[in-house]
């Protein structure tokens, strides 16, 4: 465990308060999807809103990009969060008063929320690279990444008891609350404010800088490959989390539900253990070896793991317990690997990437990481409707193996011109402590 880091107030301040908002944003949810369902019993609104969420990504991500990188970051997120929970202050007040939120107006609150965190992420993806060593952004990313995924895998039990024993407005009241201690505690910061604001704000500044973040992304070979990666992992593994395991587990394996949550829960858990497991030392290895690795190991496991649902292998095996706790170790490898991969694409960018564009360049990674989620899911619900599962599993594991293949010499590739780039773009930038 990196003790440098957890006794560094600012970082401290920073992973503390996106772990409060993190939960409460979780648990508010999982309650207002079980909120929306029990007052209207379609399943359609039901996923309408876990779904919604996806829209201001694709129309506001660049310009949450450009702003994150034109205006102080500390003020920004301290500003949202404070926003976030008037919000959610003004909600819980309407509630309070009529007993009932109308569906429209959870919606809006959805889409509000959601666009206050892109522009949140936007500005605060600089801060872990303005706050600690280069050298210790993959420990710092690791940290972070734990944190996190601990809150969304207490969100649901806490979500369930809170809403279930006191109700909506609890949850409104203790979502409204995260984000006003998040602000409190992230006002203590101190971070060097390494955002360019141009001299004019116009639409034409806006659409200037706008073009440079993508002119950044489209000249830089690494930053490009990460893009790429990112997508492919989006596109690819993730679907088969979301969609292909619950198809062969339910309907090939015939597990229970029993068996289904724990198979959830293991997921869940892989996701913890990929970052503890690396975060103690990832700074003595090559983070573009370790990701390249990765995504070997993750391609292999899942073309291993297309043998557990054929009708070969069933047929070979009495009953359905073997194979159902062979795919839970493997997938939970496979998670442990994919959250590892993560870590280091993650810490690849944040150093790679100048700090004052920084937001730009994230912006533009999520809008794609965003467009390729549900068209991967579309995609593997229409092949699993026509095809078998484990040949799905070993085209999914060599597209994969042959894509990081095809791009393992830019991903590899560490020369001075790269390093010096990344330097020019930190140096340039004007550092101010807020």
Not at 158 to 168: C, P, R, S
């Amino acid at each position: 465990m990196n003790i440098k880091l957890i006794k560094d107030k600012t970082f401290a301040i920073f992973i503390g308060g996106k772990a409060i908002s993190v939960i409460g944003s979780n648990i508010q949810q999982f309650a207002l999807s079980l909120y929306v369902y029990a007052q209207t019993g379609s399943a359609t609104l039901f996923a309408t809103m876990l779904s919604i969420s996806i829209l201001p990504r694709l129309l506001f991500s660049p310009v949450a990009g450009v702003f994150g990188d034109w205006f102080d970051r500390k003020k920004t997120i301290v500003r949202l969060d404070f926003f976030n929970a008037m919000i959610l202050g003004l909600y819980a007040l309407y509630f309070m008063n009529t007993n009932h939120l109308e569906i429209f107006l959870i919606y809006i609150l959805v889409v509000v929320l959601e666009i206050g965190e892109l522009f949140y992420e936007s500005a605060a993806a600089a801060i872990i690279p303005s706050i600690v060593e280069k050298e210790d952004i993959p420990a710092a990313k690791s940290l972070q990444s734990i944190v996190i995924n601990i809150g969304r895998l207490l969100s649901p039990m806490l979500g369930a008891a809170i809403y279930g024993t006191v109700g909506l407005l609890a949850v409104l009241v203790i979502n409204g609350l995260s984000f006003l201690i998040a602000a409190l505690f992230e006002s203590f910061m101190k971070i060097p404010a390494l955002h360019k604001r141009p001299e004019s704000l116009n639409i034409q500044a806006f659409f200037t800088d706008l073009k440079e973040g993508f002119i950044i992304i489209r000249d830089h070979h690494l930053i490009r490959t990460i893009i790429i990666l990112a997508t492919i992992i989006n596109f690819i593994i993730g679907p088969l989390f979301t969609v292909g395991f619950i198809v062969i587990i339910i309907d090939v394996l015939g597990a229970s539900e029993f068996q289904f949550g724990l198979f959830q829960s293991t997921l869940a858990a892989s996701l913890i253990a990929g970052p503890m497991f690396i975060v103690g030392f990832i700074r003595k290895f090559d983070i573009a070896k370790v990701c390249f690795v990765g995504f070997i190991i993750a391609a292999s496991l899942t073309i291993s793991m297309a043998l557990i649902p054929s009708s070969w292998m069933l047929s070979r095996m009495p009953g359905m317990i073997l194979p159902f706790t062979m795919l839970l170790a493997l997938s939970f490898l496979v998670g442990l690997t994919v959250s590892v991969i993560n870590i280091t694409i993650a810490s690849l960018f944040a150093t790679t990437v100048p700090t004052h564009a920084i937001g730009r360049a994230s912006s533009v990674m999520n809008l794609l990481v965003t467009m390729f989620i549900p068209i991967g899911q579309i995609t593997y619900g229409i092949l699993l409707d026509n095809i078998a599962p484990s040949f799905i599993m070993i085209v999914s594991g060599l597209i994969v193996l042959f894509t990081v293949r095809a791009f393992r010499h830019s991903l590899l590739k560490t020369t001075d011109a790269t390093s010096n780039e990344t330097k020019k773009g930190m140096i340039s930038d004007e550092v101010h402590v807020s």
